[in-house]
């Protein structure tokens, strides 16, 4: 009895000591760094804190404030935060009030915490009203990593660069952008080769580099965040952080100085913005690319399952476009201003409907309209099959509109012919150019590849970064080489532009089969044209056979990849702007200059004394510039342009450190030729370089 006494006693005593050392401890003021810890996650337990409150959020859920020490009232530990989510329904303190909150704190995967650290079941004290809110932590964007963001959580931060939308696909539904520290957030494939290192080799086998393409996604997802909009509400209207002039807001967009709150919730850090204080995105349209001088200008265009029902004003829905007459007269719309927009000699049309080309056929019914906005008779159909196009397996095809006034289709239209293949087999047209003394011929080929959709097997996703149906792809662009070797080319031109919806972004092994043959990928790798998972990649490309290199420009417009998905036709219904281009489609199109005329140069008027050398290193690496006979300070200017008069870059700087950036910003520069215009206190200078 005495025994069991005395251990009854013994646990009574420990309970009390325990509840009176979390009485005590819920009573003295603690540090929140002290509470956060240099952690994961923050120590559980009930306690007392003083600070001020940051900003207020009752449409979040759960509803409630942020507070944060002062600098005074802080631990002084860098690796630990300052801060805390008190978790109140309907908050009545202010920003810039001093409370002393006294409650549960708790970091939990479950409500009401959702792994952020909160402070639950609050006490507040208002100690004083009208404070200055405490300093904004500055993240520098160069090194801010999502691994380091614990040490921030809940605090008042501010960007040092500016940061960057990555994709827009969640802004509609539930007010959030992806933002990116350190510029546009690209597929890893699109700069690395997952069997070449460097990525500038041709090999289209083997699984040498994958752990480089792992690497750079590990590294696109360290510098990725969300920047969300203080409401939990679905489909927020308006929809935040629109342009006012346009109604969008793209991918490429930024934002200078960010500043909000680093918070956490569904498994994503993000920032909330100030209530009040919503962050400025300044969002640019690109207009349409232009060439000079020009002999004819080509266009490769993917037009969303374009789908004409019956042709009649019936057959909706259609087995993969519009729904209905009147979405697809929506559509119909935006794809005509587009091509008109472009304006381009020779269209490549890739999602066309495989109707053949009859006068109910889709494609007739596309350049019926356009020739009804341009004038009659200003383009017209190549005939790749009057009821179907052959040797197709899709209910898509690819089909070459043209400008009889520009070019005149050399003999027949060209069709890969092997079986087994192709979905969808590539096409091609030999044209002859009329709008210049000097006329040639070249060809246009269109293709659209095997997407990464699906895929079993070999053909299954093996983890390489390139998805499903890499195999197929590769058997198709090996294919694809000997259609134009051996087909095409011999049907009488010498130069090839090959165009379309490749399914293969940029350093993946179906474009290093083109590659390894000689031919030439005609815009760089920072070129996007598509958005999957908040990833910029290029699907879509121009492919040119060397001779060209010099005599051609590659451009995408971006009026697609870019726009919120909210307002294409099918989404957007009667609000779609049909006037405009942008979202017309879900891919870029690629416009390309061409120029048979030769390379012309400016006149030169060099000051005595002064020379200016400049030769191509190898692809990898940019242009080497000698510059003599000037002062180290002399300020010059350099112009980068294009043969076709694209300026693509502009350097301005002292002659002693112009070569240096020179070499460091031409390196990404795509094969071709260039001129290089120099510019100085009395004096300019032009040469020309041809880049392999």
Not at 105 to 116: I, Y
Not at 180 to 192: A, E, I, N
């Amino acid at each position: 009895m005495i025994k069991l006494y005395t251990a009854s006693r013994g646990a009574v005593l420990t309970a009390l000591l325990a509840a009176a050392s979390t009485l005590a401890r819920a009573q003295t003021v603690t540090p929140i760094g002290t509470i956060q810890t240099s952690g994961a996650l923050a120590t559980a337990g009930t306690y007392t804190v003083e600070g001020i409150v940051t900003a207020v959020y009752p449409g979040l859920s759960p509803a409630g404030f942020y507070v944060q020490n002062e600098t005074a009232g802080a631990d002084g530990d860098p690796a630990t935060s300052d801060a805390l989510y008190v978790v109140q329904t309907a908050p009545t303190v202010a920003a810039g009030t001093r409370v002393r909150v006294t409650g549960a704190v708790q970091e939990m995967p479950t409500t009401p915490s959702f792994n952020q650290a909160v402070l639950t079941s609050p006490t507040v004290t208002v100690l004083a009203a009208g404070q200055n809110l405490p300093p904004f932590t500055l993240l520098n964007n160069a090194t801010f990593a999502i691994a380091d963001a614990e040490a921030f959580e809940g605090m008042l931060v501010q960007f040092s660069a500016p940061v960057t939308v990555s994709d827009v696909a969640t802004l509609k539904s539930r007010g959030e952008l992806n933002i990116s520290t350190q510029g546009l957030v690209y597929q890893p494939t699109q700069y690395v080769d997952p069997n070449d290192d460097p990525a500038t080799g041709t090999s289209s086998t083997g699984t040498t580099n994958v752990p480089a393409v792992n690497a750079y996604q590990a590294a696109n997802v360290q510098k990725s965040l969300l920047l969300d909009d203080g409401l939990a509400a679905l489909n927020p209207s308006p929809t935040p952080y629109l342009d006012a002039a346009t109604g969008t807001v793209r991918v490429g967009s930024t934002i200078a100085s960010l500043r909000g709150i680093l918070g956490y919730g569904s498994s994503k850090w993000r920032v909330q913005p100030l209530p009040g204080a919503a962050p400025v995105v300044t969002t640019v349209r690109p207009p349409v690319p232009t060439f000079s001088p020009l002999s004819v200008k080509l266009a490769s265009f993917n037009v969303l399952n374009y789908f004409n029902g019956d042709g009649a004003g019936g057959g909706f829905p259609t087995s993969r476009g519009a729904l209905t007459l009147a979405d697809f007269n929506r559509q119909r719309a935006k794809i005509i201003t587009a091509i008109a927009q472009m304006n381009a000699d020779v269209v490549g049309l890739i999602e066309i409907e495989n109707d053949g080309t009859g006068p109910n056929s889709a494609i007739q019914d596309l350049v019926n309209g356009l020739n009804q906005a341009l004038g009659a008779g200003t383009y017209a159909i190549v005939n790749d099959g009057v009821l179907r196009q052959p040797n197709n397996t899709d209910l898509i095809h690819c089909a070459i509109i043209y400008k009889p006034a520009a070019v005149t289709p050399y003999g027949n239209v060209l069709l890969a012919s092997v079986t087994g293949v192709f979905e969808r087999p590539p096409v091609a047209q030999l044209f002859i150019t009329t709008r210049t003394a000097a006329r040639d011929t070249f060809a246009l080929v269109v293709n659209h590849l095997k997407s990464k959709a699906s895929g079993s097997g070999a053909n299954a996703d093996q983890g390489d970064g390139q998805g499903a149906s890499n195999l197929r792809r590769k058997q198709q662009a090996t294919a694809l080489v000997q259609f134009i070797n051996g087909t095409v080319l011999p049907a009488g031109t010498r130069y090839v532009v090959s165009v379309g919806d490749y399914n293969a972004n940029y350093e993946e092994d179906p474009m290093d089969i083109l590659r390894a043959v000689g031919f030439v990928l005609g815009s760089p790798a920072s070129s996007a044209s598509y958005v999957f998972s908040g990833l910029s990649g290029s699907l879509d490309h121009a492919v040119l056979t060397p001779n060209l290199l010099g005599y051609a420009a590659v451009e995408k417009w971006h009026i697609n990849a870019a726009e919120p998905e909210f307002l294409e036709y099918d989404v957007a219904g009667a609000a779609t702007d049909v006037s405009s281009p942008f979202r017309s489609s879900d891919h870029d199109p690629v416009l390309i200059g061409l120029n048979f005329g030769g390379v012309v140069t400016a006149a030169a008027r060099p000051a005595a004394g002064v020379q200016m050398e400049a030769f191509p290193n190898p692809a990898a690496a940019g242009f080497t510039l000698r510059i003599t006979g000037l002062a180290a300070t002399e300020p010059l200017t350099l112009d980068v342009v294009s043969v076709l008069g694209q300026r693509v870059l502009a350097l301005h700087g002292p002659a002693a450190g112009l070569p240096a950036e020179t070499a460091q910003r031409t390196a990404s520069l795509a094969p071709g030729a260039y001129l290089l215009h120099l510019r100085g206190a009395g004096f300019s200078q032009t040469l020309r370089v041809v880049k392999q």
